[in-house]
């Protein structure tokens, strides 16, 4: 099966980065294409951000589409555009977050996140209310790092982040560790014997759950708000979102 | 003071209709600015279209911050971009779903919310719950109507819609109605008359909540996740969006 | 418009102040009446005060139907009587508790409340649920003043209330402050200017959401559970609340 | 022991017909007092006459304490003035609604309330939720007689309220049935027998709950919020109700 | 009446306290019979133990069928398989988590409970939530005590218990203690005047509120899902189990 | 990898159908062992079977630790001893319920369960909560079908699911169904062709969910309330169940 992770930001490195990690451990018969948008911001860090990814999300869907893509994950983890996706791709659509915070209810009686900056966290606990995931997790944990930090060679975010899963797990008394950002998918194994609990990556989950769904052959039912859009008018800039009927 | 109410579709005839109602309602010293953004869909009735009406909205919103705005109102009922507003404004920023619900919680036990087609009734029915308002929401009834069905001379609107209200109070046994589309605004008060029951309009509360808010000196905290983002770079057709810091 | 601002206890400075806290942010063409009842309790600090200042708000309600009030706050922090009030009044009747809460919820993903005593502290947690908007409320905090220093010339209130608010931010991670308490009304700009973030006052914030529902025409629905009630026989000491048909 | 069980409301007659209820289930050593207040309206069925039963029913409270009582049961299915209650006794206090909601949750995964009107539905909802038994309740049903029609010796009563029980069953598929009023105490076993399932009546519940809290010493906590009230001035009509320190 | 409190663990010291702990505050009129089953863990520390305690706890309520018991007691914090013995019993079955938290609400507005080993805990936060006392549990608190270091004279749990129990006062500023294992059953009324508030213990809880229902005729509904399981064939080991139709 | 599949009741036809349908959608490389206990009830149908089967199911998960399993799969809808078995398997335990439940929350906004009898409606609902599914169940609905009969190979079981399914979609406006039997994951697909939408089998989700688990390297967090159980006695007819340390 073809499968098309999109990176909402635009950093080709951390694409690059999630493409592999996605790779390691899909099936044999499983092809990874991962992508960033050709349009955005270059990271994202707050509602605004958030809602200029989707422009760039929904064109890689539409592309996807007309490329014969089976399923799709959405690498970040507000999971941005999750349900607009949902009703334009044929296939299953997964986000990260919602990946993640479920393979942890599988694991765990409980689970903190530990994502980058605080004032993402609220965005963290909003998609775990939509998920029912809400009742698993202890704490949202900001590092602090900024996104884009996590891809300077250089730079001090595997400890801050490590520390930060210890303590975690030391005062929230979690089961487990949910990793708040696509950009620390390959840090989840070296934290994880690091610091003697479960680790979450969500974009190596959300491969795997949409592999799954695949395989069960499930997707998106159209009965209800993720039915296709109506064809209508778009203005201006976006005139190219208009869809045919 | 100066609101803007931001009608976030394209239809012109329901961005007038939108004014007219909130010129109706302001205090004397407020002036009503009602505008439809630059880009965008022609009506909104998924979550494919609401995603792609924030870039618009967004654009008005720094248009406005430019402007000297003091307070905004988002004028569909999905409440699109708010929180993504809310980080971009220096004044208090109100969807209209929000201003509805609250206000339904101040006069009844309960609402019912009568929208237009049943794809968007999870919509509401998640706002109802961002909100806290879940507990008051009876129902959201779709009845079936195309958004720009209410913007047609001839149609039978006015009658679907004052026919759903009344089935809703009955079936429901809900206390009041919410409109649950920013074009029926003008029909409030005439469907109020009919089922003998109080209607509420969230174009006009909306206003009346912003102008509260101004009146009070309260605007959105900065402390949290609705603080202004940080300034970034924003690829392809979106460059324009990238904040200074 | 004529409102009615009852404070349900009998100590006559702190309605006063009320009174003017109220007008500063009235309309120009609302007239403020702010009152005492004719019995009941000194200050409000339990569930047995709160229940016996109930008969002197209804008292206060009952005159204020012969007088022709368009609408009512109760301004006291537990919103004393709001449903019986509702049941009784034509216009609507908003709680201070209830106003300063929903505003809130309009500014900031969370805030909390900074009140007097610890055994009120239950009071304002069952208020927040009962509105909905228990999930924006982090904390609610007692300043373990009792409520009539409030009134006292050289009480050190002030700084008390003012260094919980403080530290309401910084422990709570709260985005707002609400105020807990009518007689903390004036102290709200002064706090907002001391701490650096909102803080909401109860009373301005309910004059301005009564204004707003009169002017959009909307009142108490009568078809529910706050309907008029029923004519019946009252014996004893309160005979007098016999309502006729 | 002494049990005192109030009926909030005048009436005498339910008094009477409450007082030998529960005397058939009390223990042998156990003597039940029953009563009406001096004061207050001669039936609840509004916010407002709730309201206004509590100043009797607190004087029976306070006149109680003097008597050595050891336990109350406050008979009305709204619990008017329990916390308050709380505050001034030393024994136990129990609402019936709440015993019987509780007893229902022991024998049954669901229950239905069936009560007198409409109106007062919402009333046995927020109760629900207050005491968490809202999870068990599946729906609260009004038979629309008036409270006193359950006083008059050929009235239809029984037979409109056992049909309202049996559509109960039927339609809400609940296990069992919960009288909504103190007035139907003496109807509970021939209800039960009548649509062969269990009918809980909170009267008699209510006093075995009293009696097993003061069998195992246990009674209200003063550490919180229904520690004793604080002293102070009560004004006007209410200026008895003041309390010593 | 005759009631049998089951001691799920099978250590013969633990069950001979519980039965005089009940005996103490039963009604002159009830006998109560103490039993371990005849099989099954020593003590109940996991989800394990609890779920092979089950099959000891059937077999004692099937012999109690047959010896004509009026009601049940499972009296083991986590309440095993008590929906179970409530399909097979006549009469009522309580079980103690359940009796404690229920009668800790009718005397305080919040409780921590504390138990012995911290894998515990969640089963106890598991049950708070099935009963719908979620709301005023505060916390569930591990003294890391073993369950049979209870049983052991000389052993220093007393002290360890108590300490625990202070703390919950002091940390969670709940208004009382649900102690969380039927063998601390005796240590009840002595960490009560030692810590100065309300000390609850599921045992002597459980025998009053199952009296309460049998002196009031109420037993399982037999209408829903707790209902007599159906007659089937029952393999190997368990084949006793297969019940006549 | 290896991934043992228990059918908790003992009816080998069963057993046999769902390691058919397990095999249809593993990955190549996994090595499907589906087995029904050595004891327990026939079929599952009341809280007294499910907490007969666990024994049975431990027994099967104890044995498949010495056979070297790497992940497991209990496939009743109840998902009877999935706690118990998380604490004692090395490898991942996923119920078919929870897998479902979890799938059907990826492809839709809502789902209805088909089950069996009416009275394990409730066992569902309880999952459900227990999940975190409960916000995106609908309904569960019973067929009123023995779990047996889905066995026979002439019967009307298939119409009758069918039928249900339908109905479902129409009065509940799900978006998909839920098989609520591990006997009816044969009938998956196609009951999806015939009415329409998708549907959902347990039994094969849980098998890709134990798959994806085991690919990511994640299992069971050992540092909460899933710990390996305590070594301790276990007497009579369970003492093969003592556990080392």
């Known amino acids: 099966m073809k499968l098309k992770i999109i990176n909402p930001n635009t950093t080709q490195s951390m694409t690059e980065k999630i493409g592999q990690c996605a790779r390691a451990v ?3 018969d499983t092809r990874i294409i991962a992508v960033s948008p050709r349009m955005g911001p270059a990271s994202i860090e707050s509602h605004y951000d958030e ?6 999300i929904l064109d890689e869907i539409l592309l996807g589409e007309r490329e014969g893509v089976d399923g799709y994950v ?4 507000g999971d941005p555009g999750l349900y607009a996706a949902r009703e334009v791709a044929r296939g299953p659509v997964i986000g ?3 990946a993640a915070m479920h393979a942890a209810s599988f694991i765990g009686t409980s689970f903190s996140v530990v994502t980058t900056l605080s004032r993402t966290c609220n965005i963290a606990w909003h998609l775990a209310e939509r998920y029912g995931m809400e009742r698993f997790c202890r704490n949202v944990r900001a590092s602090d790092l900024p996104v884009l930090d996590l891809e300077k060679p250089g730079s001090d975010a595997r400890r801050i982040i490590t520390d930060a899963c210890r303590q975690a797990l030391a005062e929230d008394r979690s089961d487990c560790i949910v990793l708040g950002c696509a950009g620390m998918t390959d ?9 003697g609990a479960p680790v979450i ?3 190596t989950c ?11 052959r499930l997707s998106t039912s159209k009965r209800g708000d993720w039915a296709r859009p109506l064809p209508k008018a778009y203005a ?3 005139s190219q979102y208009a869809l045919n009927g």
Do not use: Y
């Open 51 to 56: 809602a200029l990814s989707v422009p760039g």
């Open 74 to 77: 959405i690498a970040c983890f």
């Open 26 to 28: 899909a099936q044999a």
């Open 206 to 216: 959300a491969v795997k759950m949409a592999e799954a769904l695949v395989s069960v």
């Open 201 to 203: 990556d969500g974009v």
């Open 187 to 195: 840090l989840c194994e070296e934290i994880a014997d690091a610091i």
């Open 96 to 98: 990260i977050a919602e």
């Open 236 to 238: 201006g800039m976006l």
